[in-house]
């Protein structure tokens, strides 16, 4: 089945910097790969999301990359502010096999004021 | 609209004893999710139901059952709980077999003594 790794697990970043996280998945055929944030005791929640066909989506200080030959994507968060301080979970999904999104194990990210 | 309901919220359980887990969904969701979370573990598929009348197991189905009750319900037992299973469980729906948003419940804290 499909195994993802995320990196760092925990990253703490000044306010106004950028921060970044990265996963890789091991499932060649996984075509889907979604972003969500979970604040503390809090379900997660979809930030962004790309697809297999695309390298690259932005959407205002969230974007995400993926290298499919390379098998990996990548969250970037730019102008990071208090309120980006929260858990982020990658995740990858195929249409073969278990149809169903498997997860990183998440990276804590606290923004310091 | 609800989204996705989950009950109970907390639940303290003893060694041996059984218990479900209920999930209902209000957006005419054809696919459910049980994961469940623990810390740096990330969230781990239980098992899921891609439509109405098929589950399936997920990365970590030992110790649980499911029931795909109807389109709008999906519920989890734990036959003879353990001190293992001691976790956060979410129940999730999404439109597109996984593809998709997952929306998520508001998660049930479950202590096994």
Known sequence: GENVEQHPSTLSVQEGDSAVIKCTYSDSASNYFPWYKQELGKRPQLIIDIRSNVGEKKDQRIAVTLNKTAKHFSLHITETQPEDSAVYFCAAKGDTGRRALTFGSGTRLQVQP | ?113
Not at chain 2, 66 to 92: D, G, H, I, M, W
């Open chain 2, 1 to 113: 609209n609800a989204g996705v309901t989950q009950n109970p919220k907390f639940q303290v359980l003893k060694t041996g004893q059984s218990m479900t887990l209920q999930c209902a969904q209000d957006m005419n969701h054809n696919s459910m999710y049980w994961y469940r979370q623990d810390p740096g573990m990330g969230l781990r598929l239980i098992y899921y139901s891609a439509s109405e009348g098929t589950t399936d197991k997920g990365e970590v189905p030992n110790g649980y059952n499911v029931s795909r009750l109807n389109k709008r319900e999906f519920s989890l037992r734990l036959e003879s709980a353990a001190p293992s299973q001691t976790s956060v469980y979410f129940c999730a729906s999404s439109t597109d077999r996984g593809a998709g948003e997952l929306f998520f419940g508001e998660g049930s804290r479950l202590t096994v003594l």
